[in-house]
């Protein structure tokens, strides 16, 4: 079963990250994820200060507006997407995740499948 994992990282007052994790750390455990044959796919995002919220009102026209800016210190920094067993396998490898340290948490959530 597919299972997206999404990785929040939790910011300091200043809206930097608050992680300690380095790009090696991050490297390892795509490398891990490989050679276990689990990857299906997973994207770091681009600074959350180029996001855009789009959004259409009752007539019809769209609203694009700068964001989003949660109203908690973390922000959304990417994700992977993996193929495991079951949702216990899945949440033994978010926890394995750098995102899942210094203040920062992996949401684990199935993917849907409608008639493969």
């Known amino acids: 079963m597919k299972y997206l994992m999404l990785i929040n990282a939790s910011l300091d007052?200043?809206?930097?990250?608050?992680g300690c994790s380095t790009p090696d750390d991050w490297m390892l455990f795509d490398k891990s994820l490989k050679?276990?044959?689990?990857?299906?796919?997973?994207?770091s995002l681009a600074d959350f200060t180029t996001a855009a919220a789009v959004r259409v009102d009752e007539q019809g026209e769209r609203i694009v507006t700068d964001g989003p800016f949660a109203e908690s210190r973390e922000v959304l920094g990417g994700y992977f997407v993996v193929d495991v067993p079951d949702f216990d396998v899945a949440l033994d490898w978010a926890a394995r995740c750098p995102g899942a340290r210094d203040g920062g948490h992996i949401v684990v959530r199935p993917l849907a499948t409608y008639g493969d």
């Not at 050679?35 to 994207?43: R, T």
């Open 13 to 18: 007052a200043d809206g930097e990250p608050t």
């Open 35 to 43: 050679e276990a044959g689990v990857y299906v796919g997973g994207n």
